[in-house]
């Protein structure tokens, strides 16, 4: 199912407002008036998150909802309705889907498509990117210690894990690598900031028990989406060096 690109914004039909949930303090203390209010505005993103094949962002679906409502608000009362359900609502960046519960995953198993495993080089340049973003090819190499082939970043750019954010503003102006929201979508993580901390990979195996004393973890940028300081956009010329836009036609 798709949505239209043109939806417009359903009026409240005048229906009956839900009774409040036993213990929910929050709906009872709001008037019936503003409790069918909520009420619709749950069900209408309810539909739109459904519909979407997609993530949708919460700029969009407070697009498609009248006007004053606490979009938020709306969302989290949605995903409570989901939260005992088998498929449950989740925040993905800064936008929401519909997922199957953690603990019914085992039942998709069979009709999951068998993904080829990352090499582990791969999986080292991934989580670089996830830490260090905005990170560029060279600093990549400085941290692993050895050269990464450009095959290495071309199969996470096709996984859509990994993007082109920007240009550094040093000379040669390499291009600046960081993570998109399906690395966020399949590593079930609501915002990059909830990457596993150094006790958390401690704790997994993942790093050894004693660390140097200078180790220190890189903590990813709350908004992986803004640009630092020392990085320019990529710009239709960019795009077409690096051979992510077809190059303009133009007429003699």
Do not use: C
Request: hydrophobic share 40%; net charge negative; charged share 30%.
């Amino acid at each position: 199912m798709t949505e239209s690109a043109n939806a417009s914004v359903v009026p409240f039909p005048a229906v009956e407002a839900p009774a409040a949930e036993p213990g929910d303090a929050d709906t009872a203390l709001r008037n019936p008036a503003e409790r069918l209010q909520i009420a619709e505005a749950v069900r209408m993103a309810e539909a739109i998150v459904f519909a979407s094949a997609e993530p949708v962002a919460e700029k969009q679906i407070a697009q498609r909802l009248p006007d004053g409502l606490d979009i938020p608000a709306v969302m989290q009362e949605l995903q409570e309705i989901y939260a005992r359900r088998g498929v449950n609502l989740v925040r993905v960046g800064d936008a929401w889907a519909f997922r199957t519960a953690g603990d019914l995953a085992f039942l998709m198993s069979r009709d999951t498509v068998q993904q080829k495993k990352l090499s582990r080089a791969a999986l080292e340049v991934l989580a670089i990117i996830a830490y260090h973003q905005p990170v560029t090819r060279a600093e990549i190499e400085d941290i692993r210690g050895v050269e990464t082939s450009k095959g290495t970043l071309d199969t996470l750019m096709e996984t859509e894990w990994i993007r082109m954010r920007g240009r550094r503003r040093t000379p040669g102006r390499p291009v600046t690598y960081g993570t998109t929201d399906n690395f966020l979508d399949h590593f079930a993580l609501e915002e990059i900031r909830d990457l596993p901390g150094m006790e958390e990979l401690k704790g997994a195996g993942l790093l050894a028990a004693r660390m140097p004393a200078n180790f220190s973890m890189p903590v990813p940028p709350s908004d992986p989406d803004l640009l630092t300081e020392d990085e320019d956009p990529l710009t239709d010329v960019d795009l077409e060096e690096l051979g992510l836009l077809t190059p303009r036609v133009t007429d003699d």
